[in-house]
């Protein structure tokens, strides 16, 4: 199983980023698909989950400002973020976990500053 991320990029403050995860294999294969997030020398945390089922969790931090969505036909999930602040800054990875196994996609960039 492999994961596709895409979408990073610079962005001000105020501004809107939409990222892609693309998977190898049906999205329906997995219990869940989450973006996780990681500055430099912090750990990397949970920002947005949605399950087999689709319902849908978010970090604190972002809620009323990030979507998580998918696309079963396209084997893609999305994560829209809007009102982008520069606290956001950090490299996004797409997972997902089916059973037992755990996914990780390589990180896409955003960075957030004017």
């Known amino acids: 199983v492999q994961l596709q991320a895409s979408g990073g990029g610079l962005v001000q403050p105020g501004g809107s980023l939409r990222l892609s995860c693309a998977a190898s294999?049906?999205?329906?294969?997995?219990?869940?698909i989450a973006w996780y997030r990681q500055d430099i020398g912090k750990q990397r945390d949970l920002v947005a989950l949605?399950?087999?089922?689709?319902?849908?969790n978010y970090a604190d931090s972002v809620k009323g400002r990030f979507t998580i969505s998918r696309d079963s036909a396209k084997n893609t999930v999305y994560l829209q973020m809007n009102s982008l602040k520069p606290e956001d800054t950090a490299v996004y990875y797409c997972?997902?976990?089916?059973?037992?196994?755990?996914?990780w996609g390589q990180g896409t960039l955003v960075t957030v500053s004017s």
């Open positions: 294999t049906s999205i329906r294969s997995f219990n869940s």
């Open positions: 997972n997902a976990i089916s059973y037992s196994n755990v996914y």
């Open positions: 949605i399950s087999s089922g689709g319902s849908t």
